[in-house]
């Protein structure tokens, strides 16, 4: 059974500030049309559960249309990190970690319509770790990988130059850790310096 790990996109969820709101509306009713309605939506590339393009923070980066979908669908680890600001080298090799893809749950609700305050951040030598045992993609259950405040982006950075793909906020308050087929593909939007997407995944041996 494939579990839906993406964020519901409403017209409360919540965006980075100073980005453009999800809005999703009717353009035309099929009252209007006589046979269909037509829906239309505006909205930041980086709203609710999605994935950053390198272009994002790296003007020679390259485009969301430019991933390989197939790093984004494979073995997935996922753990759990609760009550931790900075998550290190130290920490995550206390998890078995299989797969190019893992994902990181934070905390135990999630709250789709707050923007956070503040997030919990990897370390360096944490991204270093990551890259030597494999991992391609990145996930986790909060806005970025970065401080909120931060202007340079300095995990960004480095998730790229280890060459993995980072995916943010996941839908991760109703799952478990363990091993996990995984599903997240974004729209391929030319040009674009991200994508929401839909992430799905499945329980290993189910």
Known sequence: ????????LTNNIAHWPGDEPFHFKLSATKEETG???IGSISTSTHIGTHMDAPYHFDEEGIKVHEIDVNRLIGDATLIEIM????ITQEILKQFEIKGTIIMIKTKSEAHSEVFPESVPVLTE????YLSSIGIKVFGI??????DI????????HAFNQYDII???NLLLENVSEGYYNFIGLPLKIVGADGS????VISKKGE
């Open 141 to 146: 259950d909060v806005p970025s990988v970065d």
């Open 149 to 156: 405040d931060s202007k340079t982006l300095d995990n960004h």
């Open 1 to 8: 059974m494939w579990i839906d790990i993406t964020q519901q």
């Open 196 to 199: 929401p997407i839909r992430a």
């Open 35 to 37: 046979s269909v309605n």
């Open 125 to 128: 030598d944490a991204i270093q």
């Open 83 to 86: 009550d931790e600001t900075l």
């Open 166 to 168: 980072n995916i943010e």
